[in-house]
């Protein structure tokens, strides 16, 4: 018997201690100290026994039993604390549920990035119709009667509409300038405003030319502004799309509505500088034209040139885009295509 | 435009050793963009003079030949050659090892290295001119005749570039920015521009001695018919002369910078308008009958170009017509009658002036764009004339000494003046930031042609012609000058100081930003932009009215006329085109929101004389999934719109049926979007005609399109605080069966209605309908959730047990309900 006492012993031990969860170990405890158990059975067999070794056997007995118990009952809390139902396979490298999967138009980002930055200048956001005037998109901005871009090879004239000149000559904006006019006619001075939103014009496509695009125009108009004010609305737009210290320069460009105008260029981030095929080795790259609004634009507006100047740029948001994330095709952003849009998330 | 640093030297000395990189950087910052420079050292490198010593024939090939050739430095190699015209003593060009050539004129560069041609060892090649670039120079018939270089003096091994004298660095200028400076669209005037910039003087060329005029009148009749086209037009009778080859030194000047070498009389002309920036243009004066008369083309009028197009003109074109019909296209292009032949020796130099409108209008309607075209199309001044003829009489005097100018006349009806500008020095100085002496704006103005005189504190500047069409006007484009001159580079940075009164509030704009914020992070959907215009077949399968549409005069496509006054059309192309991708197939969420148009309510906005359309901002969006799960598809969108008022922060809207029901929409799924009464929008599936029509099979759509004009921001955020419960809230689910034409609205509205102030029910949510096997048919299961609570005490159940029995029962009585077993 106390070989059988010393055998349960170790097949005791051993159930118990294997056990990896709550219901093995109460299948085990049935086994080992049920009422079918050959521990119970042992216990049964004990008043058979020669008298003198009663007590001997049955306090062994017993004693093995108590035993398997604590066994038992530590076990069980170990397993309870380590919770049932995960396993020691849980596979860590399962990957996570994405939340809803939206966004915004990489081009609304950098928008509301570029809104973010100048309302902390205290600039004003302003929006305006896209369908306007020949008076609102060439006149004002001081545009010769002649200039090409009059033409309907540039800019999209509405049929019906297309007959007159000026105020009755409608057309898609072919840039954003015009409206800059609408929102000073509308408000007293001084101004410090920005505009975003997309131009039409009527061009031959392909991956860097199209038909629809965004620009994001930045006014400001006071008594005295130097031109050279305009190197910080620059340098603080382009710090903050690009995270980084971004250097800049102005360069001698024309453009109708401005009176000195400027081309402003940005130092390639590719190359840092030292020239590459990106920047078409001058280490250089065109981001906006800008300058001193033309003497007939503030006229325009209802403001004396005299008394009043300013700083405008005009950035190409789809060219920023583009330069933020490597996007090699300008249409990609007209394309409405998902899997092109939700890389942007 | 090419500018070649050779021509330029002849204009102006630049500095000893000047840096290349540097002048292109400066004319960059201060004047025009330089895109590139082009050195010829780099083209010709290790390709060099050579003399033949001996030819040799090839033991294994017929028709190579092994030629000794001296290579520089009393180097002989032997080089193997196809050339048909190898001889001893002839100067041939040899493109040593590394050197890069055009196979045979084609294809791309390749690297020459020493190689065995038919078992015999060459050092490197014997080059025909088309193998290095250089054929419309030295053009000869067949790719196996050798360029013959006896003529040039250099000695064997001189770089070739430098022994033919075309050593040259080519500067590339973007055409773009030269639009607004006429000036510039020569070597002379970049050679001012460097004059002003480096301060050293401009060169001047010498003018051309006018002859007696009445002996010269009377050889030539010029007429100007039109003078608002034609500002000035110079003739020249020429005779003696002929079309033998230009010299070398112009035939080598107009190939660098791009035009090929035809004969002495047209290559004169373009040398001078490469020059000067001034078209001119030779014709046989054997083929003009009488005089020349600068007119308007009769409608009809045939004209036959030289390049033998014939046009069918117009009263828009200008000509140049002698007594019979028109010769040429004024600016443009000469005509075949009048064309330079070979046997020509009298002719007419012509060398006029142009209005930039009329030459673009012509050359745009006939696609034909040319050197001169261009050049008027930008407003050349008419005093160039005079430029320009100075520089064709010294040129035809030297490539042909034994002419004879025998008639000579300078119609020139209003001469253009320049008006004086005053700008004021503190103006200046407040608008550049900056003062800057006087008497160093004087000296740099002047360089660049401007007379400056200084007067107490103003400067009293007038333009020179050449900056009087257009570009300098006024005291602003004074300051231009002025600080470019100086270099934008030195001007510090200024801080941007300016006081406002008000903190900025947008509502409006906030509300757009909301919106897209609240589609895009909370409802997970994409945002896309699309085209304003839209195709015609897309207006068609969602049966919209395509009356109302504004139409565009040049659309895009033929099929694209009309833009938008729904964003539905492109929202849908939009699915059509993502339901193919697989890896959408379970469904995907879009919108856009853009502006539409409407061909109506024509109102005046900031200005009287205007007339714009009535436009509007609108918003749509689309849902797509399974076909077979449409109360999903329909719960999800709805749920978008439903929310959107409370969590963008703006007035409520509701939903209601509005008659009629949009084409587009499904019979059954559909609803109004109102706001204070007006539908200001729908939420509908998209109907099966519809959605087929749209290419799209498999998937239901819903989709949504609200007027965001017609959404009210709120002032502030209005949800009011409710007080925490008291007492715990029970919830209890329990599932009826219902009609299917039991609607849930009433469901909730029988549960939750407060029947008396001891009523608990504070709330009947939905949790889910069923139909299935254990459902008769035309019945649904409901689930329900109800919420319990009370204010005085926490709930028994007991409590419980009568309020759900009393919800139960009243849910039998008056919508039918029958409680589900278990």
Redesign the interface.
Known sequence: MKEKLAELRLIGEERIASASTVAELQAAKGTLLGKKSELTELLKEIPKLDPALRPEMGSAVNELKNHLAGLIEGREETLRLQSAEISPDFDLTVPGIP???????P??QMR?DL?DTF?S?????F?E?????E??AFDNLNF?P?H?AR???DT???????GGR???R?C?RPHLTGAS??YM??RKP?Y?FVYPG?V?R?ETTDARHE??FFQYEAL?V?R??????G???V?GILDRVFGRDVPV??????FPFV?????IDMGCLVCGGKGCSVC???GWIEIMPGG?P??NVLRAAGLDP?EY?GFYVNIGLDRLVMMRYGVDDVRL???????F??QFR | MRISLDWLEDYIDLPDGVDIQKLAYDL??????V??CEHSSEKFQNIVMGEITEVLPHPNADKLRICRTDVGCGEIKEIVCGGTNLIRGMKVAVAKPGAMVRWHGEGGLVEIKNAKLRGVESYGMICASSEIGLFDLFPCEGDAVIMDLSNFDASPGVRLDIALGIDDVILEIDNK?L???PDLWGHYGIARELSALYDIPLKEIPAFAPFNDTAARSGLRIAIDAPDRCARYMGFRIENVSTKAASFKIQSRIWRVGQRPINALVDITNYVMLAVGQPAHAFDYGNIKGGITVRVAREGEKLLLLNGRELSLSSEDLVIADDDEAVALAGIMGGAKDSILDDTTDVILEIANFT??GV?KTA?RFETRTEASVRFEKGVDPQRVELAASLSASLFTGEFPEMRITAFLDNYPTPLVPSPITVSLD?LA?????SIPPETIRASLERLGFDVRIEASDLRVLAPSWRST?DIS?A??I??EI??LHG??N??????T???EHP?N?RD?EL??RL??Y??????????????WVRDDFIEALSLPKGGM?????P?APDE?C?RSSLLP?LI??VS??VR?A??AGG???YEL??V?FDRGYA????E?????E?RRRLAGAVTGAADDVRDLFRRAKGIVENMPRLVNMEPVSFTRPEPRPAWADDTVWLGVTRSGKTIGHLALLSKKAALACGIKQAAVMVFDIDVDALEPLPSRTNKFAHLPEYPLVEYDISMIFDESVKWGDIEAAASGKKGPGDIVREARFIDEYRGSQIPGGKKSVTLRLVLGSDSKTLTSEDIEKSVGVITKRLSKQLGGELRAG
């Open positions: 939340p809803a999967s939206g966004g915004l138009h081009i609304t509301y809104d309302r200048l205290g600039f004003e956001i929006q119709d896209e369908i306007t005037s008076l609102f010769p002649d090409p033409e309907s090879m999209y004239w509405l049929m019906g509409h297309d000026g105020g009755d409608l898609l006019v609408r006619l509308s001084p410090r997309r039409y009527n038909r629809a400001i006071d005295n502004i130097p031109f050279a004010a190197k910080v609305m340098k320069r102005m360069r001698v460009g024309f009176e000195p105008g400027f081309e078409k080795n001058v001193t033309h003497p005299a100047t952003f007209h394309s409405a295509d998902l899997r849009l939700s | 960059t910052m201060s004047t025009v963009e895109e590139g920015s639009t607004n400076r930039p409108l673009r745009t103006w407040a608008r550049m930031g900056k257009g006024i602003d484009d300051m231009e600080a470019r934008y580079e001007f510090a940075p200024e801080p941007i300016s006081a406002f900025i947008q704009h757009e930003r897209r914020e589609l895009s992070f909370r409802c997970g959907m994409q945002e896309i932009f699309t085209y304003p504004l139409q565009l005069s040049t895009p006329r833009i492109n192309e939009a085109k993502n991708f890896e959408l995907f969420a879009i853009a502006q148009y005046a906005k900031q200005d004389r205007e007339k714009l359309p436009q």
